[in-house]
Structure formats: C-alpha cells, structure tokens
C-alpha cells in the first residue's frame, strides 16, 4: 500500500466517480418488478416520508443551532430519500413528497410528529440531539419491519442499506449527547438494542478542524499493512470519495484460483457528504466488471456505512458498518505519504481555510 502513487490515486478517482455516476441513481440495475402488497407499498410510502422528517427536522436543527452534525447527517437524509424514490419510481408508485417544501407532509401522522419533534428540539442543544436520536431509533425500528415483512429484493437491499446509515447516524448523535456528559437513555428500542448499536462510539469531530483537499493521500493504519484507503476530498461540492482496498472476511479456500490477483482480494468505495472534520458515506460494491473491457459496465451496489473522521491532519477514524458481513468497527488511519500536510495545515480556519 505504501507504493500507491499519488498519479494512480487520482486516476483511480476519476475512474470510480466515473462508474458511479454511470450507475444511475441507487447504483442498481433491477430485475423486471414484482407486484407489491398493501403492506408494502405502505412501508415504503412511510420510509420515503420518514426520511424527508428527518432530512427536514436536521435541516432546521441545524439552522437553528448551527451545529454541523446536524447539517452533516440532513445530506445523508437527502440520499435516503432519494433512494426511496428510486424505489417509488421501480414499482411505478405516486411519489407522496412530490414538490412539499421542509415541513410539508401528505402523511397527517408525520405532519403531526413533525411538528411535535421541531418543538422539542428548539428546547435546547441538547434536547435537538436527544430528538434526532428518537428519529433515527424510529428508523431502525421501521426499517427492521419493512423489511421483515418483505421479499421484494430491491426493497431489502435498499432498506438494509438505509439501516445502516441511520445505525451510524444513532451512534454520531449519542457520541454527541455523552459529549455534553449525559447518558444516552434509548427512547424507541430496547436499551439493550441500543447499547449493542452504540456500545463504546464516542468520536465527536474536533470543532477546529475541516475536512480539506490535503488530506488526499493514501491512508493506512499500521496493523494491518497490506491494506488501506484512498482519499479524495472535492471541496467544491463538499464531497469526499473514499477507496478501500482490503480483503475477504476469511481467507478463500487453498484450491481458490481467479485469473488476476488474489481470490481474497477486495476493494470497496465510499461516497458522500462533509461538514468540519466529520463525513457520512455510503459505502459501494462494484459488480459484474470485467479486466480491461469498455463493453462490460459494471455497477455499483449499495452496501453499508461509513464515518470517516480526522483529528488532525495527519490522523483520522473510518467506523464502518457493513450489513452484508454484520460486521462494525473502527479503524484507525494514518497518512503514508506527507506530501499534502502543508496544504492542509494552510487550509485549516483561520488560516484561509473553510
């Protein structure tokens, strides 16, 4: 890992935002539709409402307190919604958001609890925090409904994916009430739910650092040389893109052959928005590629979530959540090479920097 060039993590870049974007919205190329029941079309109706709460609830929290977990996590809201209405336009649904602005709702039971959480959140700092934290428990616990009752494919996927956003969304908002020396208290789940969703996540990004264009390296963290990330920050529109190369959970079998590289090989990406020191990304597989081949465009599925954190400029945190495994965790990071600390030195506040 430490040889990357600095030249093959900007074509690498370029190539994956490429077949990102090619991917369509949701990164998903879908089957012919089944026919969804009352059921379903009921659950999914509520997620893409559900999202626009939160997205909407985050949004004005974030106006009011002008803090930037608020405004961090309402983006990451915004591809939820968006991925319910990729699914709403799949099964060929009327779209229940259509052109309602913040705080406009055709659901009268989320108009109501909308209403109910934007006041309690204007309580106080801490209050705001406590709110958003019950929205993403409700989340979790829809989700979980929606999608044990389904066999819709498509659903599941999207679902599961959601869920492990707001599982990291759960943990960024608790991280940020024991902050303020409070112990988090669950309100929807069960506390033993909870605590195995949060368990010891106390990452609160430092307020005097931002995310800049000179963290762009390659990152590692020692223990597991041999493996390790690429790092893009786009501060144009506040996005940064995120390579893992890794390997399987276990170890493929000694007759495991695969006509290029190893067959444990594994390389994922990572994509979304930031705010201070902090980013909420949605973790991506690539599928259904072929070596070297313009004919074969492969796509990328959803697959997990990521919250990508620095301390500083030369250290930083990747807490990942990846459903498909049921594996969460943390993985401290350090740069390989320091070409690019100057630069982010220079670009930090007060230093001309955002």
């Known amino acids: 890992m ?11 870049a370029a190539l994956f935002c490429t077949n990102l974007s090619a991917a369509g919205p949701g990164g998903q190329n879908y089957p012919q539709a089944g026919d969804l029941d009352s059921r379903e079309t009921s659950d999914l109706l509520l997620m893409r409402e559900e999202e626009k709460m939160a997205h909407d609830l985050y949004t004005r929290f974030d106006d009011h307190w002008n803090d930037k977990v608020f405004r961090n996590i309402s983006r990451s ?35 109501t609890l909308y209403g109910q959480l934007l006041d309690r959140g204007y309580i106080s700092h801490l209050e705001a925090l406590q709110t958003a934290a019950y929205v993403e428990e409700i989340d979790i616990r829809d989700l979980r409904e929606a999608i044990s009752y389904t066999d819709e494919p498509p659903l599941i996927n999207s679902y599961t994916n959601l869920l492990a956003g707001a599982r990291n969304h759960l943990r960024a908002f608790v991280a940020h009430i024991r902050a303020e020396g409070v112990d988090y208290v669950a309100q929807v789940l069960s ?9 010891d996540y106390t990452l609160v990004p430092p307020t005097a650092f931002s995310i800049n264009p000179g963290l762009n390296d390659a990152w590692y963290y020692p223990g597991t040389d041999g493996q390790g990330f690429v790092i893009t920050v786009f501060p144009g529109e506040k996005i940064v893109f995120l390579v893992w190369f890794t390997y399987d959970t276990e170890l493929p079998d000694s007759d495991a052959v695969a006509n290029l ?10 994509q979304g ?25 492969p796509i990328r599925v959803p697959g997990g979530s990521i919250l990508l954190q620095f301390e500083d400029c030369n250290n930083g945190s990747v807490f990942y959540d990846i459903p498909s495994i049921g594996r969460t965790g943390l993985v401290p990071i350090q740069r390989i090479s320091d070409d690019n600390v100057a630069q982010c030195h220079g670009a930090q506040p007060g230093k001309g920097g955002n």
């Open 261 to 270: 590289g190893d067959p444990g090989q594994r390389w994922l990406t990572a």
């Open 2 to 12: 430490k040889r990357l060039s600095i030249t093959l993590i900007w074509l690498l």
């Open 273 to 297: 928005t930031y705010f201070g020191a902090e980013a909420d990304l949605e973790i991506g597989f690539m599928k259904g590629g072929i070596f070297d081949d313009e004919n074969t465009v």
């Open 191 to 199: 506390s033993e739910d909870v605590e195995e969703i949060v368990g």
């Open 77 to 111: 809201e915004q591809r939820h919604m968006d991925a319910m209405l990729t699914m709403l336009n799949y099964y060929d649904l009327a779209d229940p958001v259509g052109d309602n602005g913040i705080g406009e709702f055709t659901n009268q039971d989320i108009a």
